[in-house]
């Protein structure tokens, strides 16, 4: 294990218990949990993108504001519903957030997921062309972004405004080595194996979109391992990554307990659903003592194939909970899996 970073998925709402009650309030602890991950030696901060709920739904300012007040931790998306971005625009955004960071952006891009809108994607403007699906749609979208953030030229150059030059312009700002750190959030073996082919990195969730009846851990690891083969066979110039998410809920105070002693979540088990029609596999929950998660996580044979580690966090507990939290996993569970503390 090379990297440990969080993912939020930025919820807020007036909940019981809940200690991010209004959006603004999840913004700035979000901030404020980066900068306290990268203190702890943490290596990057990653925000789930959802349109019309109560959750982060515009990445770009969030993370330029965390790339402001950091300097080493890595930031990113996990992941950005394509079917609602307009590319070039975003190719935009994402250039000016990974100027402002240095380069420290790791941008995880998909086709999304259920949502609690329906067609949102076409109240933001965008349809399926006939004969497209809203995974073809997403995947059309991606390929003129990634086009835009490699320098091509992707609009007609009007000399009388241009200085006289002619031809195709690229979108400004750039920013060199952008396309490297693209990630696709994979939900089957079939798109880990596209994603791969395309020369993106693969973000693999806590659930894929299909049921073999092996242990998730297993099924993933196998969608790792087609992953890495088809990079290799396409002849890819740079080393690829695969980041992995777990829940990982370390118990070792009264605080801990009260929250999850007691919890469904520690039943072990991996659970079987329907997500759009799909039989889906959701990995488990990893509650307890620190020393019996670095055992657990030590057999689990995704996370050893995979080089970055996501920590899904309970952001509504607030930023004091929750760095605690990820203090726990970097101090006692992480370096039994061979990770080390980076260093700002």
Same mark, same amino acid.
């Given at each position: 294990?090379?990297?440990?970073g969080?993912?939020?998925?930025?919820?807020? +709402?007036?909940?019981q218990g809940?200690?991010?009650?209004?959006?603004?309030?999840?913004?700035?602890?979000a901030?404020?949990?980066?900068?306290?991950?990268?203190?702890?030696g943490?290596?990057?901060?990653?925000?789930?993108v959802?349109h019309f709920?109560r959750?982060?739904a515009?990445?770009?300012?969030?993370?330029?504001?965390?790339?402001?007040?950091?300097?080493?931790?890595?930031?990113?998306a996990?992941?950005?519903?394509?079917?609602y971005?307009n590319?070039?625009?975003?190719?935009?955004?994402?250039?000016a957030?990974?100027?402002?960071?240095?380069?420290?952006?790791?941008?995880?891009?998909?086709?999304?997921?259920?949502?609690?809108?329906?067609?949102?994607?076409?109240a933001?403007?965008?349809?399926?062309?006939?004969?497209?699906?809203?995974?073809?749609?997403?995947?059309?979208?991606?390929?003129?972004?990634r086009?835009?953030?490699? +320098?091509?030229?992707?609009a007609?150059?009007?000399?009388?405004?241009? +200085?006289?030059?002619?031809g195709?312009?690229?979108?400004?700002?750039?920013?060199?080595?952008?396309?490297?750190r693209?990630?696709?959030g994979?939900?089957?073996?079939?798109?880990?194996?596209?994603?791969a082919?395309?020369g993106?990195?693969?973000?693999?969730?806590?659930?894929?979109?299909?049921?073999?009846?092996?242990?998730?851990?297993?099924?993933?690891?196998?969608?790792?391992q087609?992953?890495?083969?088809?990079?290799?066979?396409?002849?890819?110039?740079?080393?690829?990554?695969?980041?992995?998410?777990r829940?990982?809920?370390?118990?070792?105070?009264?605080?801990?307990?009260?929250y999850?002693?007691?919890?469904?979540?520690?039943?072990?088990?991996?659970?079987? +659903?329907?997500i759009?029609g799909?039989?889906?596999?959701?990995?488990?929950s990893?509650?307890?003592?620190?020393d019996?998660?670095a055992?657990?996580?030590?057999?689990?044979?995704?996370?050893?194939?995979?080089?970055?580690?996501?920590?899904?966090v309970?952001?509504?507990?607030?930023?004091?909970?929750?760095?605690?939290?990820?203090?726990?996993?970097?101090?006692?569970?992480?370096?039994?899996?061979?990770?080390?503390?980076?260093?700002?």
């Amino acid at each position: 294990m090379q990297r440990i970073g969080f993912l939020s998925f930025g919820h807020w +709402g007036p909940g019981q218990g809940s200690q991010t009650r209004t959006a603004a309030e999840a913004l700035h602890q979000a901030i404020d949990l980066a900068v306290a991950a990268e203190e702890l030696g943490v290596d990057g901060a990653f925000f789930r993108v959802h349109h019309f709920a109560r959750q982060q739904a515009s990445p770009f300012p969030l993370l330029s504001a965390i790339a402001a007040r950091t300097s080493r931790i890595e930031i990113g998306a996990g992941v950005i519903d394509m079917r609602y971005e307009n590319p070039l625009y975003m190719a935009e955004e994402a250039a000016a957030a990974d100027l402002i960071s240095g380069g420290r952006l790791q941008l995880g891009i998909s086709r999304g997921s259920p949502e609690p809108a329906r067609q949102g994607a076409a109240a933001f403007g965008y349809r399926p062309e006939p004969g497209e699906s809203d995974a073809d749609m997403a995947r059309r979208h991606t390929a003129l972004f990634r086009k835009a953030i490699t +320098g091509a030229g992707v609009a007609e150059a009007d000399p009388r405004y241009a +200085g006289g030059a002619t031809g195709l312009l690229p979108v400004q700002p750039q920013s060199p080595g952008l396309a490297e750190r693209i990630w696709w959030g994979a939900g089957s073996r079939k798109t880990a194996v596209w994603a791969a082919e395309m020369g993106m990195n693969l973000m693999s969730s806590t659930l894929l979109t299909e049921d073999t009846g092996v242990p998730f851990h297993e099924l993933q690891a196998e969608q790792i391992q087609l992953f890495r083969d088809a990079w290799a066979a396409a002849g890819h110039h740079h080393a690829p990554r695969v980041s992995v998410s777990r829940s990982i809920l370390p118990i070792v105070d009264a605080e801990d307990s009260r929250y999850f002693a007691g919890s469904a979540l520690r039943d072990g088990r991996d659970q079987v +659903g329907i997500i759009d029609g799909l039989t889906a596999r959701f990995g488990k929950s990893y509650v307890g003592a620190p020393d019996a998660l670095a055992e657990e996580l030590a057999a689990d044979t995704a996370v050893q194939a995979a080089d970055t580690l996501l920590l899904t966090v309970p952001n509504q507990l607030g930023v004091g909970f929750n760095t605690k939290l990820l203090g726990t996993v970097a101090r006692y569970v992480a370096p039994a899996l061979g990770w080390k503390a980076a260093r700002t």
